[in-house]
């Protein structure tokens, strides 16, 4: 009988833009809070920004449309996937996600739980929670080391559900909602006689910009989406502290939240 194990990820990012005066501004903390990295750590991430630019670039290829993908949750579930596998399937997954050949696997996940572990607690002013959680079905022989290392390294929810009651279903769902604060509160709607384990990450962001924007200043400005069509839409507008690049091809700026751990990079195509 085919026994599926599937990927499932919640992604939930609330951009806040609170008026603020210039005044009360002025004094904010922006001194960003140092991160302490393994030695493994940068080459970890270094392995998940290229994961994550193929994987955006092979999404973007067949969609034409508006969409919203998170790298870091696709990259976290697949990792605990590769603590499953063995052989051949451990290969392709790890070149699959860039992590080096030479890469053990207890370094990528202490790279992964020494990080994840600063970042949830780095700035006061952002609200960031990613959760993890392995649901399998009653009766399936899931090995002990792997829920260990699920538990220990990843702090991941793991239990054994009866995937033929619906009790299973809403369990699964209700996880999905309270670790993106309600936003997401479906992320299944059946669970099939194949399906032995769902390997799941919720990611939420909240935070407010560093340099925040004054309400007030808010107007309708024309904006051109593909088909050449032009519609007004809120617009804001400000002074604001930030970091600008252009290159052949694009326009880039870098706006920073809280004291400045994490920042936002909007990236546009030139005209032509």
Same mark, same amino acid.
């Given at each position: ?30 001194? @960003? ?38 790298? *870091? ?26 992590? @080096? ?14 990080? =994840? ?8 002013? =952002? ?6 959680? +392995? ?8 090995? @002990?080391?792997? *829920? ?47 399906? +032995? ?70 990236? =546009?195509?030139?005209?032509?």
């Amino acid at each position: 009988m085919k026994k599926n194990i599937s990927i499932l990820s919640a992604l939930a990012i609330l951009l806040l833009a609170v008026s603020c005066s210039k005044e009360n501004n002025g004094e904010a903390d922006l001194t @960003p809070k140092s991160i302490t990295l393994t030695a493994a750590a940068p080459i970890a991430i270094q392995s998940s920004n290229e994961f994550g630019i193929e994987l955006f670039t092979k999404v973007t290829e067949s969609e034409n449309k508006n969409l919203m993908l998170s790298p *870091l949750s696709a990259s976290t579930a697949l990792t605990m996937l590769l603590n499953g596998c063995g052989g051949d399937t451990y290969s392709q997954l790890q070149g699959t996600l860039k992590y @080096p050949a030479e890469m053990s696997i207890s370094e990528i996940n202490e790279a992964y739980k020494s990080l =994840v572990g600063q970042l949830l607690k780095v700035d006061p002013k =952002v609200q960031l929670a990613l959760a993890n959680a +392995i649901f399998y079905r009653n009766g399936f022989n899931v090995k @002990p080391p792997f *829920l260990a290392t699920m538990s220990d390294d990843y702090k991941a929810r793991v239990k054994g559900l009866d995937f033929g009651a619906p009790s299973a279903l809403t369990t699964i769902n209700k996880w999905a909602s309270d670790n993106t604060k309600g936003k997401i509160p479906e992320v299944l709607k059946e669970i099939s006689g194949d399906d +032995i384990m769902f390997i799941m990450n919720a990611l939420y962001f909240n935070g407010d910009w560093s340099y925040r924007f004054d309400k007030s200043m808010t107007q309708k400005l024309p904006f051109h989406p593909d088909g050449g069509t032009t519609v007004n839409v809120p617009t804001m507008k400000g002074e604001v502290g930030s970091k600008l690049a252009r290159d052949n091809g694009f326009r880039a700026i870098e706006m920073p939240y809280g004291q400045t751990n994490f920042t936002m990079v909007v990236i =546009v195509p030139d005209e032509s």
